[in-house]
């Protein structure tokens, strides 16, 4: 089959390699379309837990072609989306149905041969039929979608909360639109794009501030206390440094953007302090790959603006480029 090789740092090919073989629980898929994500660019650029080379991919729907032995719940020409997050089931994180938290984690896409490629082979155990309702377009989001769901249950969301999403990329309006569900009086999204900046207002989740030298002063004025809740969307250590100053006292800020591993903040631990500011991260998902597909199933949650472009996998190094530019939105690769 054909597939995306990193393999090395920096370097992307499209190269023949074998045909995936199923185990006795896993499934052979063949992938119907792979969203790119900044998880895949931080890959690339070596600032993530990978080893090369590497087929990436890991925001994929697609059909299965072959089931191992002791597969029963699925069947050949099912429609899935695929968890990529593989856990061992066994260690004392697993133990406390914390899977994202395995202590022997290991992930398609990252650590393992992922979905940008004709065929992916994946453990029965974390495929999710797809239901009718759900296109492949829309269903190549449930797992980012998934994610955001995790970070929803890791945060409290109160009806009278007031927030703030630094970012308006795919997650960061995801993010938002996910507030919103949950029940957050009102959202404001902050985003320095002019492009994004217009697709969220289109989109209608709320106040819309342009990341400019009057950021601040506007901010204020949307919220002259501050945000209960305070989510990053960007990654970007800068933003993510300032950002707490615009929680207000006994809120909450919210790490779902990822930085480089290597990245530092600078942050007051007592202003933390005087304030009771609550610190939360969200990584990847935790068994919320269900409610993502009733989000989408019921109409809930809006995807179809969220994708720019759509490439086979002789565009996709340059469709990486433009991405890590900032001049797309989602892209999805379509093997």
């Given at each position: 089959?054909?597939?995306?090789?990193?393999?090395?740092?920096?370097?992307?090919?499209?190269?023949q390699?074998?045909?995936?073989?199923?185990g006795?629980?896993?499934?052979?898929i063949?992938v119907?379309r792979c969203?790119?994500?900044?998880?895949?660019?931080?890959i690339f650029?070596?600032e993530?837990?990978?080893?090369?080379?590497?087929?990436?991919?890991?925001?994929?729907v697609?059909?299965?072609?072959?089931?191992g032995?002791?597969v029963?719940?699925?069947?050949v020409g099912q429609?899935?989306?695929v968890?990529?997050?593989i856990?061992?089931?066994?260690c004392?994180?697993c133990?406390e149905?914390?899977?994202?938290q395995?202590?022997?984690w290991?992930?398609?896409?990252?650590?393992?041969?992922g979905?940008?490629?004709?065929?992916?082979?994946?453990?029965?155990?974390?495929?999710?039929?797809?239901?009718?309702?759900?296109?492949d377009?829309?269903?190549?989001?449930?797992?980012?979608?998934?994610c955001?769901?995790?970070?929803?249950a890791?945060?409290?969301?109160?009806?009278?909360?007031?927030?703030?999403?630094?970012?308006?990329?795919?997650?960061?309006?995801?993010?938002?639109?996910?507030?919103?569900?949950?029940?957050?009086?009102d959202?404001t999204i902050?985003e320095?794009?002019a492009?994004r900046?217009?697709?969220?207002r289109?989109?209608?989740?709320?106040?819309?501030?342009a990341?400019?030298?009057?950021?601040?002063?506007r901010?204020?004025?949307?919220?002259?206390?501050?945000?209960a809740?305070?989510?990053?969307?960007?990654?970007?250590p800068a933003?993510?440094?300032?950002?707490l100053a615009?929680?207000?006292?006994?809120?909450?800020?919210?790490?779902?953007g990822?930085?480089p591993?290597d990245?530092?903040?600078?942050?007051?631990?007592?202003?933390?302090?005087r304030?009771?500011?609550?610190?939360?991260?969200?990584?990847?998902?935790?068994?919320?790959?269900p409610?993502?597909?009733?989000?989408?199933?019921?109409?809930?949650?809006?995807?179809?603006?969220?994708t720019?472009h759509?490439?086979d996998l002789?565009?996709?190094?340059?469709?990486?480029?433009?991405?890590a530019?900032?001049e797309?939105?989602k892209?999805?690769?379509?093997?």
């Open positions: 089959m054909r597939a995306v090789v990193f393999p090395a740092p920096g370097q992307v090919e499209v190269r390699v074998p045909d995936p073989t199923p006795s629980s896993d499934v052979v063949r119907s969203g790119i994500c900044g998880t895949d660019l931080h650029r070596d993530y837990a990978s080893r090369f080379p590497l087929i990436p991919g890991h925001e994929c697609g059909t299965v072609v072959a089931c032995g002791d029963s719940d699925l069947r429609r899935v989306a968890d990529p997050n856990a061992c089931g066994a004392s994180f133990r149905r914390r899977f994202n395995c202590q022997r290991r992930v398609l896409g990252v650590t393992e041969a979905a940008f490629a004709e065929y992916l082979v994946a453990p029965a155990r974390v495929c999710f039929p797809v239901p009718d309702a759900i296109d377009a829309a269903a190549a989001w449930i797992e980012p979608l998934a955001v769901a995790h970070a929803m890791r945060l409290p969301v109160a009806t009278t909360a007031r927030a703030l999403v630094f970012g308006a990329g795919p997650i960061g309006l995801l993010l938002a639109q996910a507030l919103r569900l949950r029940g957050a009086l959202v902050v320095r794009r492009n900046l217009a697709l969220a289109r989109l209608g989740l709320g106040a819309v501030v990341a400019d030298d009057d950021l601040a002063a901010l204020r004025d949307q919220a002259p206390e501050g945000f809740i305070v989510a990053d969307a960007t990654g970007v933003v993510i440094e300032h950002a615009y929680v207000r006292p006994a809120g909450h800020y919210l790490q779902f990822v930085a591993r990245a530092l903040v600078r942050w007051n631990p007592y202003d933390i302090f304030r009771e500011i609550s610190i939360i991260g969200s990584f990847a998902l935790n068994v919320t790959v409610p993502a597909i009733a989000w989408l199933e019921r109409g809930l949650i809006q995807t179809a603006a969220l720019s759509t490439v002789d565009g996709f190094a340059t469709a990486l480029e433009a991405f530019a900032g797309t939105l892209v999805h690769v379509q093997p």
